[in-house]
């Protein structure tokens, strides 16, 4: 909460640059592809992740 009141002040010209921002991505069909793809390979990578922090158990064999 405290380190969010500097941010306070600059709360209106984050929010009309997100609002620019969705308006051009959401009317151009070259920007919302990329959108798409940016976020399939962060799904894909979370996911690589994700396997190689869990890993799964294997038998020993004796």
């Known amino acids: 909460p405290e380190v969010l009141r500097s941010i306070n002040n ?7 640059i ?3 921002v969705m308006m051009i991505c959401t009317s151009n069909e070259k ?6 793809s940016v976020f399939n ?6 996911i ?3 396997n190689m922090i869990i890993k799964p158990k294997t038998k020993e064999v004796k």
Do not use: G, H
Not at 41 to 46: A, G, M, S, V
């Open 10 to 16: 600059y709360r209106m010209l984050i929010y009309s």
């Open 18 to 20: 997100v609002l620019i």
């Open 31 to 36: 920007a919302r592809n990329l959108i798409i």
């Open 41 to 46: 390979w962060l799904k894909d990578q979370i």
């Open 48 to 50: 690589k992740l994700k």
